[in-house]
């Protein structure tokens, strides 16, 4: 029979990178640790990241004169001054010491070869002369909105190695992994998490897990957009619904949403940035470059939301190539040749074989920007810590912690797993130190009692309702195509009255499969109206904010809006309120005031406070509390007209 109470001193929800780093802290400073999967951790979505892994080494020619500094800049530029600046400074320094670290933990970087080297570069075949000095340190390849050539990888499995390498280092410290298990609520009392209750999805048995320290870590909620996304199927958000639920733990910025430029079209498998950083082109569907005419500077390695939205208009002008799947674009490697692609960009060779039946060395890949990745997340402060709830912290893609601000650059959100990890992983086990495990059980019975009440409430419908996955499939075609790379008010506005139709129809919905043990069905319903309010706050966010910044492009809105928007969205969402709250707080900017970011339109409004008007003083003030702010608190930050609007 199934404890029904468990204690540990840090609690981590997600196997993946973040949270298998984050527990390593825990468990190097003494604690012990569970970590909770869906899947056995080296099925965990990290697996699937291929290109690299930022950090300024400055280890190759083409990366010389890199430094954190300049790692810093390009984070912010390419956040579009979303960013929390003095968590991008955090982060660039913290990235050299990580990617070190991950080949001590024995990540097989791909490395330099000293001497003469043929590299692709802007469509010219290029030979360097690699200093001899330097051969067999960590290699670095081009990515998007760099300045440097910065990404470390280890061939195109990057992800792979770092995960297999990482779980084994949890292995080693004796940390416990419980998979099959998924936490469906949190355990507080207002003000502290408590920990979390757990759903056992080999048995449906429910059970609690009290702890001093709790970690989100379940990555992204991509799969909010049905079959347009690149994420695999555990990746539905259960992190973010379930601290969305407790009404006092903010989300931030949930509108920037990312859509990658280069997934396999149609089954919306990540083909890497990588190609494109070793020399890769896009084609239209006439076979022409359009990224030469249209990003004459950084071509195919603009910012990600630069290059999917040039894209998507090349194919709202009709010069895609029309497929029973609707239209794609071309990636073109083949001048790259064989070798280097068996090589350097194995896991592409694999997917296009697999999935496509091409070989990529003789012909065209079909791709198109699918949703990717989720900037937003559960609201923490530079250490982790959650707003609202004392105990809980949240890391990697679940948090918005916020270095990517509007726009993450490729390669960043890797290296954000381990660094986020690393820092995260040590506030989470300094806090575990000072705290007693100390709560009251009826908080946890309370909240185990409610959770299986939900399960036996879902297997005791009856009637004709809809089917879940007809609700799931729906929500995924209005996100795709009211909110997507292109957005505007009327649509947005569209999306919201339907998914606000689709939460109706959750609660009328019913089961086919009324087994309460093993039942798919049923844990996928248990997530449904999470997802749900998870879409709901992307899309009343992106139609509250009226501009355009990094991936959230308004088109009745083209400019973006430093005077007015220079902030951050947050909305608080109990689980048994009709409305999301929405309240905002300025980003702060330290060291780089907003300016152009060097691709992509530079059309903005300009801010008309002093830059010191807009640090993070109050950002600070309130992350350290845990309190959101006021329109009085915000002064002259937000505009009282827009606050208004949102407000009401």
């Not at 957009?225 to 973010?240: C, F, K, M, R």
Request: proline share 4%; aromatic share 6%; with cysteine.
């Amino acid at each position: 029979m199934t404890q029904r109470l468990v204690t540990t001193d840090v609690l981590v929800i997600g196997g993946g990178l973040a949270g298998e780093r984050a527990a390593i802290e825990a468990a190097a400073a003494g604690h012990d640790a569970i970590i909770l999967s869906l899947v056995p951790p080296r099925r965990s979505h990290s697996c699937a990241a291929q290109g690299g892994m930022q950090a300024a080494l400055a280890n190759c020619v083409k990366a010389e004169g890199d430094s954190p500094t300049v790692h810093f800049l390009d984070t912010v530029r390419g956040s579009d001054w979303g960013a929390d600046q003095e968590v991008a400074n955090i982060f660039a320094d913290e990235a050299v010491v990580a990617v070190r670290e991950l080949a001590h933990y024995g990540v097989p970087w791909t490395r330099v070869r000293g001497g003469r080297n043929r590299y692709f570069i802007k469509g010219e075949d290029v030979e360097v002369d690699e200093a001899l000095e330097n051969d067999g340190l960590i290699m670095h390849r081009d990515f998007g909105g760099t300045a440097k050539w910065r990404a470390c990888y280890a061939a195109a499995g990057t992800g792979h190695a770092a995960l297999y390498a990482v779980d084994s280092e949890v292995v080693r410290l004796g940390v416990t992994v419980r998979d099959r298990a998924e936490a469906v609520a949190l355990i507080h009392d207002g003000v502290r998490c408590l920990g979390a209750v757990v759903r056992c999805l080999r048995s449906g048995s429910h059970y609690a897990v009290m702890a001093k320290a709790t970690v989100i870590a379940t990555g992204g909620y991509g799969r909010i957009y049905g079959q347009y996304t690149s994420n695999a199927t555990i990746n539905e958000g259960t992190g973010a619904a379930i601290a969305l639920d407790t009404g006092v733990v903010p989300l931030g910025n949930m509108e920037a949403v990312q859509f990658h430029p280069t997934t396999l079209s149609p089954s919306g498998i990540l083909v890497t940035e990588g190609c494109r950083g070793d020399g890769g082109y896009l084609l239209d569907g006439k076979g022409r470059r359009f990224m030469v005419e249209r990003e004459p500077g950084k071509q195919e390695l603009a910012s990600r939301d630069v290059v999917s939205r040039h894209m998507a208009q090349v194919m709202r002008d009709g010069d895609g190539v029309d497929s029973p799947y609707g239209p794609h674009l071309w990636l073109d490697i083949r001048h790259l040749g064989e070798e280097h692609l068996r090589t350097k960009l194995l896991e592409v060779w694999d997917i296009c074989r697999d999935f496509v039946g091409i070989n990529p060395a003789e012909e065209l890949i079909p791709v198109r920007p699918t949703q990717h990745y989720s900037m937003g997340g559960v609201r923490v402060n530079k250490d982790g810590q959650a707003y609202g709830l004392a105990g809980l912290f949240a890391v990697g893609e679940a948090a918005c912690w916020d270095m990517h601000g509007f726009n993450r650059l490729g390669g960043n959100s890797l290296s954000e797993t381990i660094v986020s990890g690393r820092v995260v992983g040590r506030r989470a086990a300094e806090y575990a130190s000072g705290t007693p495990l100390r709560g009251s059980t009826s908080d946890a019975f309370d909240a185990l009692a409610r959770s299986e009440k939900k399960a036996a409430d879902w297997l005791a419908r009856d009637g004709s309702g809809p089917n879940v996955y007809e609700i799931r499939d729906a929500m995924g075609e209005i996100m795709m195509h009211k909110v997507g790379i292109f957005r505007n008010g009327g649509e947005l506005a569209e999306a919201v009255a339907g998914l606000g139709r689709l939460l109706d129809d959750c609660d009328n919905a019913v089961l086919r499969c009324r087994e309460p043990g093993v039942n798919p069905e049923l844990a996928f319903a248990l997530r449904l109206k999470g997802m749900l309010r998870l879409a709901m706050t992307v899309a009343r966010g992106a139609l509250a904010r009226t501009e355009s910044r990094g991936a959230h492009f308004r088109s009745d809105y083209p400019l973006r809006n430093d005077r007015d928007w220079l902030n951050r969205t947050l909305v608080r969402w109990a689980e048994n309120d009709g409305e999301p709250a929405f309240s905002y707080e300025p980003v702060g900017l330290i060291d780089l005031p907003p300016g152009d970011r060097g691709y992509g339109a530079d059309e903005r409004i300009e801010m008309t406070e002093p830059v010191d008007s807009y640090n993070g003083g109050v950002a600070e003030n309130q992350a350290r509390h845990g309190r959101l702010p006021t329109a009085e608190a915000m002064g002259s930050r937000l505009r009282r007209g827009a606050w208004q609007e949102v407000a009401g």
